[in-house]
């Protein structure tokens, strides 16, 4: 199911509150925005972070590096 929010909303750490809490998150690992709302949602609970994605040889996305690697140093140098 998605829910868009209405376009005459909006409120100040609205698009970081609507990420941490949504059912699954899909974030790009080189944005420090997606390190910092999968971060807010692994401290809360919150499974489901799909950042860290490969294709593999046939083609199907696979997770190749799990939602520990956010807090890794050797993953993540300087923004764990």
């Given at each position: 199911l998605v829910k868009l929010v209405p376009e005459g909303a909006g409120w100040l750490g609205g698009d970081i509150a609507l990420a941490a809490t949504a059912s699954?998150?899909?974030?790009?690992?080189?944005?420090t925005l997606s390190m910092l709302i999968t971060k807010?949602?692994?401290s809360l609970g919150f499974a489901h972070n799909e950042l860290f994605k490969a294709k593999d040889e046939e083609g199907n996305w696979k997770t190749v590096?799990?939602?520990h690697c956010v807090?890794?140093?050797?993953v993540m140098f300087s923004c764990a």
């Open positions: 699954v998150f899909i974030g790009n690992p080189a944005s807010i949602r692994l590096c799990g939602d807090f890794d140093n050797t």
